[in-house]
């Protein structure tokens, strides 16, 4: 199993190192690192539970920020770079094992970033539908 923690996105929930305290611990910087490089397979189950701690604290800021009348990670009519740089994270993490099933509005931000014009299909994600 491979983790990415990126850096640029960690908010300092430490959600990560409550869910898995053997792989995770949080900086001086309040970021969340790797304590280890290879991750154990008995801490597999840990790890995934972190990823889905993350991904329910994105479902849940997605979700009040449709409720304020935006479609955006950072809010307003228009997307910004955080939801460029998170897209490919959260949009292919069923490639790790990770379902997104759970998380309606991440599933809906998800399609309104493929209908965004110029937006190119890669492997494992497809055109909006």
């Known amino acids: 199993m491979k983790v990415v923690i990126d850096l640029d996105l960690c908010e300092g929930h430490a959600k990560c190192q409550e869910s898995a305290p053997d792989v995770f611990e949080v900086n001086d910087d309040d970021q969340s690192t790797l304590k280890v490089a290879d991750i154990p ?22 979700t009040d920020q449709e409720i304020r009348g935006a479609d955006w990670i ?11 740089a998170c897209f490919p994270y959260v949009a292919l993490a069923g490639d790790g094992g990770i379902t997104i099933e759970d998380y309606g509005a991440i599933q809906r931000w998800i399609e309104r970033v493929k209908q965004l014009p110029g937006f190119i299909d890669m492997p494992g994600i497809h055109p909006a539908s």
Not at 74 to 81: D, L, T
């Open 74 to 84: 950072v809010g307003g009519a228009h997307p910004s770079i955080a939801d460029i």
């Open 41 to 62: 397979e008995d801490q597999y189950d840990r790890v995934r539970r972190a990823a889905h701690d993350a991904l329910r604290i994105l479902d849940d800021h997605l």
